[in-house]
């Protein structure tokens, strides 16, 4: 196949990125990197600034993004916690609920009515329907680190989280914790920001410093 590459001297948001989705509603690319959100029109084949936006006059650097059924964009960030970007209208908004518990949100798992969100202060598990944090929860209890990275949900029901101290199974009807660490087979305990995948039947993938970490 043929690669291209669309270069952008002047924009800064165009440089340093980290993250991109393509909008479902629109033609374009929605991308977060070290200096806020940037557009590439895929129809222009250009960049375009978004303006007077509050990553950008922050200095919040979005990690994730996740478009819901209703077109809403909602940013794992450093910095703001999670962002709510309703791109049709142009509005971006803080969800303070979620920011009171961490500023660092890292990756997100859509379950129904409920945000899974993997943050720098454990799980926090947020509705977006009621804009109101359901449970945080304290993986540090555990003599663990309560950095999480990214969290996917097993065909059992359960969720797995990735931390940088090993992985973490979680039973959402009473929020019991079980580590997985060195002792019970991992190779590496260190993993990273939204590195995660899921298989049709079931199987897991965490990636993090050491490799992809696999189980079904």
């Not at 950008?56 to 910095?79: K, L």
Request: hydrophobic residues 35%.
């Amino acid at each position: 196949k043929k690669l291209s590459f669309n270069p952008e001297s002047t924009l800064s948001t165009a440089k340093k990125l980290y993250s991109i989705h393509k909008l479902k509603k629109a033609d374009s690319l929605f991308i977060t990197g070290e200096d806020g959100p940037v557009l590439f029109s895929l129809k222009d084949q250009t960049w375009k600034p978004i303006e007077k936006n509050l990553m950008s006059a922050n200095g919040y650097i979005g990690r994730y993004i996740f478009e819901d059924a209703n077109n809403i964009i909602w940013i794992c960030t450093v910095g703001g916690g999670l962002i709510r970007y309703d791109y049709q209208k142009g509005v971006f908004r803080i969800i303070e609920s979620v920011r009171k518990f961490s500023i660092y949100a890292r990756h997100l798992y859509d379950d129904g009515n409920l945000f899974w969100i993997a943050s720098d202060n454990g799980v926090i598990v947020y509705n977006p329907d009621k804009d109101t944090v359901v449970k945080q929860i304290d993986l540090s209890a555990h003599n663990a680190s309560n950095v999480c990275y990214a969290i996917q949900k097993d065909k059992t029901g359960s969720f797995w989280v990735s931390s940088n101290t090993g992985l973490y199974k979680i039973n959402p009807a009473n929020y019991s914790i079980q580590n997985y660490d060195i002792g019970n087979g991992l190779s590496f305990l260190e993993f990273n920001t939204a590195c995660v995948a899921k298989e049709e039947d079931g199987r897991l993938y965490f990636g993090g410093v050491g490799g992809i970490t696999t189980f079904i």
